[in-house]
């Protein structure tokens, strides 16, 4: 039996081990942290637990990609699942002028339409170029043939702006249809239009939060692979990946331990991995690409535990813009931060009346708080609790002005910089969704899946894309190199009967 040895147990790793564990590898995944799920991570605090990243999955009805996906990965019995509000799963707020996004093709054309009558046409074209570029993802039809990519590919090399620049002439509705942009953090003449397209087809699809929070996902992932004969191993810091000349033997741990591998995959950030390797496998030249490529923003987030029953629960995801764009709020002065922020809350049983707890989060640099770099959570020492207390208090009055009363509920908070980011997840720079999608980048800027130490691997969110859908694109990317995709999709299909 092969043995596979992956690096990090968020979600890229866990089903990477679930698959090849499932097909007859013998797996370890090693965790530096003492708590397994990568961004799948939840925390208590009062009694209120609260999600780090995965806040809301999408295209999880019956029958739809994620929903198949998590029979295949044997999540249905684990993982409950409340809908967003199907009128306005996402609500964008431009200085107060709202626009809700109804799931659906037709009813998100029909509702925009309602809010721009003279752009409706375009509307429609907007949808059909959505859809075409969409249904190019073999794992969004469930086959292994190849698809037709050129116009995914053309759609992979033009910015958001452009192409809406293209399709339409009213600048409110192009601001509206990114308005969710922070979550990929897209920048203006840089990010991908097909990421945007991927990712209104997923949420409009259909969207939900789900229940009690998303380590239900990181657990039963665990619990499954542990079954099947596994190992998920915390505590466990990879050190160094160790080769010979011509291939990885296997990974070191921080405490000196040694675990042999005929494959490795790695799925923290590839400035990370690099770092792990000593070998001239790997050339100069790979290694400055990588350590050049730009990163996705960092957050400040703001977790909230209200009194109780004393804010309705909020059924929608809630955007909000000081101005009438949503783009270059990364870029900030002290003085201007924060110029928007996402609120939403949690979910702790389906359809709730009363919320008890939520998290609001707004772009911050890492420069902001690299003054304490190196310090450890808990001891970073007066100075930085003043600076978060001092963003925190900023923040909540930004919400009051939305949300009368938002500041009187508040019972209690804590809050997380981009070093917390850092510091959990190892993503350089605090980066939320690693490293940054840039067209003018082209190839330089993409991570492959493949490395030229032949059998070391990488998945994650930086191959391909983040988010549950991206990151399982990567996986079955990664994974066909050891399995065949056809196997794979099969299996999928069979999982569903």
Known sequence: MSKVVIIGSGLGGLTCGYILQKNGYDVTILEQGAQAGGCLQCFMRGGV???????????????????????????????VLSPLDAVAYNTVDFAGDKFGYAVGKEAFAEKMAGYFPAQKDAIYKYI???????????????TSQERNITDNSEYQTLPINAVLDSIFTDPLLKNVLVGDLPLYAARYGRTPFALHAFIMDFYNNSSYRIVGGSDAISSALIRNIEAMGGKVLTCAKADKIVCDDTKATGVETEDGRFYAADYVISTIHPKRMVELLDTKLIRPAYRSRINSIPETSSVFSLYVKFRENTVPYMNTNYFRYDGNSPWGCEEYSDSSWPKGFIYMHMCHRQNPVWAQGGIVMSYMNMNE???????????????????????????????????????????SYYTATPLTYYDYTGTEAGSIYGISKDVNL???????????????????????????????VGTMLTCAELVPSEKLYRQILEADI
Request: proline share 2%; hydrophobic share 40%.
């Open 49 to 79: 637990k609260f999600e780090t990243g995965m806040h809301f999955i999408g295209s999880a009805a019956k029958g739809q990609i994620i929903d198949r996906m998590m029979q295949y990965f044997g999540l249905c019995d684990d993982v």
């Open 442 to 472: 082209g190839p330089a800027g993409r991570v492959m899946y493949r490395t030229k130490v032949p059998n070391l691997l990488l998945a994650g969110q930086n191959v391909n894309s983040h988010g549950i859908m991206g990151v399982i």
């Open 369 to 411: 708080v690299a003054g304490w770099m190196g310090t450890k959570v808990g001891r970073r020492g007066e100075d930085y609790e003043e600076f978060k207390k001092n963003r925190a208090q900023r923040l909540i009055a930004s919400v009051e002005k939305t949300f009368p009363g938002f500041a009187a509920s508040i019972e």
């Open 128 to 142: 059909s170029i959505i859809e075409e570029i969409a249904r190019v993802s073999s794992l969004r039809s469930l």
